[in-house]
């Protein structure tokens, strides 16, 4: 820990508690020390300070089509995993991202690593996320396959078997398309028994049944 002057923090006190900590006032610091008084017995004494550290590693935030750099903290000793997920803060955006690739030199990438060996974290935007949908025709109908995308947040969920309304849109999802970085999350990278659900943050492509009201027309 790091003590600050007039804080109240746990210390075993060489004078009446040498086994269990007491609470003790914090008088002074300074050249790596502090300088408390036990608050049961009065003695005063000395005890190094702690310092915590950290780490500031670069992040790049992936967001649709554009990216955003930003730093975050991290312990040194922290490793960081490809999946993780966090906050982080540039001058655009506060975005909540997950971590797609991790580099700790020029051309050199890994799914994991001390973030104090870090050089750059590769993230994708998972709070609101753009989807990408394949509507399949109407059996009636003479056009062919369309897609579209739509932003939602993170963890709305797509399910197999449910219908979905967009604005003028309307489909009735037949199946879904896992990111490769969630897989791990499904039992399937692609899913297609009713009531499969996946949250929108992992999805790589739904796929649907027209439902829309009407004719559909491109112009």
Same mark, same amino acid.
């Given at each position: 820990?790091?003590?600050?002057?007039?804080?109240?923090?746990?210390?075993?006190?060489?004078?009446?508690?040498?086994?269990?900590?007491?609470?003790?006032?914090?008088?002074?610091?300074?050249?790596?020390?502090?300088?408390?008084?036990?608050?049961?017995?009065?003695?005063?004494?000395?005890?190094?300070?702690?310092?915590?550290?950290?780490?500031?590693?670069?992040?790049?935030?992936?967001?649709?089509?554009?990216?955003?750099? %930003?730093?975050? $903290? &991290?312990?040194?000793? *922290? !490793?960081?995993?490809? /999946? @993780? +997920?966090?906050?982080?803060? #540039?001058?655009?955006?506060?975005?909540?991202?997950?971590?797609?690739?991790?580099?700790?030199?020029?051309?050199?990438?890994?799914?994991?690593?001390?973030?104090?060996?870090?050089?750059?974290?590769?993230?994708?935007?998972?709070?609101?996320?753009?989807?990408?949908?394949?509507?399949?025709?109407?059996?009636?109908?003479?056009?062919?396959?369309?897609?579209?995308?739509?932003?939602?947040? %993170?963890?709305? $969920? &797509?399910?197999?078997? *449910? !219908?979905?309304?967009? /604005? @003028? +849109?309307?489909?009735?999802? #037949?199946?879904?398309?896992?990111?490769?970085?969630?897989?791990?999350?499904?039992?399937?990278?692609?899913?297609?028994?009713?009531?499969?659900?996946?949250?929108?943050?992992?999805?790589?492509?739904?796929?649907?049944?027209?439902?829309?009201?009407?004719?559909?027309?491109?112009?």
């Amino acid at each position: 820990m790091s003590e600050n002057v007039g804080e109240h923090v746990p210390f075993e006190c060489p004078s009446c508690s040498q086994d269990l900590e007491t609470v003790h006032e914090v008088l002074t610091t300074g050249g790596g020390n502090a300088t408390v008084k036990c608050t049961d017995c009065g003695h005063v004494h000395k005890e190094p300070i702690e310092e915590e550290t950290t780490v500031d590693v670069d992040v790049v935030v992936s967001q649709d089509d554009e990216s955003f750099t %930003g730093t975050v $903290e &991290f312990d040194p000793e *922290e !490793t960081v995993y490809e /999946g @993780d +997920e966090f906050v982080v803060e #540039t001058e655009a955006l506060i975005a909540q991202v997950r971590v797609t690739s991790i580099e700790t030199g020029p051309e050199d990438r890994t799914t994991r690593a001390a973030a104090a060996d870090i050089d750059t974290v590769w993230t994708r935007e998972v709070g609101n996320v753009s989807v990408d949908v394949t509507i399949n025709p109407k059996e009636d109908s003479e056009e062919g396959s369309r897609s579209i995308e739509v932003h939602v947040p %993170g963890d709305y $969920e &797509f399910a197999v078997g *449910e !219908t979905e309304e967009f /604005g @003028d +849109e309307a489909f009735t999802i #037949t199946g879904i398309h896992v990111r490769e970085n969630a897989i791990d999350s499904y039992k399937f990278p692609k899913l297609g028994d009713d009531g499969d659900v996946v949250f929108a943050k992992d999805v790589k492509r739904v796929y649907g049944d027209d439902e829309t009201s009407g004719a559909w027309s491109p112009w």
